[in-house]
Nanobody, 115 residues
């Protein structure tokens, strides 16, 4: 069974940075589209950033210029570098893998940005 394990969340002050990691087991990310989503309390889960298997990256308007998605195929890990964090970035961040028509989710990691 494919497993995605996120790490790197935590509490940070506004203007600070965090780097999230998502390690994927049992299925190569090199042939997968990899995404980061986030869900704030009482809100829907929204796409934050996407990295396609073809090398294209997509960002939500709210994080464009502040967040960077990247991947290390050799380590089967995808990253989300988050800079200039704002209180509205507070949410649980989820890693998502789309492979062979199937979607897989991690358990999520909490990011809290204090003002």
């Amino acid at each position: 069974q494919v497993q995605l394990v996120e790490s790197g969340g935590g509490l940070v002050q506004a203007g600070g940075s965090l780097r999230l990691s998502c390690f994927v087991s049992r299925r190569s990310i090199s042939i997968s589209d990899m995404d980061w989503y986030r869900q704030a309390p009482g809100k829907q889960r929204d796409l934050v950033a996407s990295s396609t298997s073809g090398g294209r990256t997509i960002y939500a308007d709210s994080v464009q210029g502040r967040f960077t998605i990247s991947r290390d195929n050799a380590k089967n890990t995808v990253y989300l570098q988050m800079d200039n964090l704002k209180p509205e970035d507070t949410a649980v961040y989820y890693c998502h893998q789309l492979s062979g028509g199937m979607g897989y989710w991690g358990q999520g990691t909490q990011v809290t940005v204090s003002s």
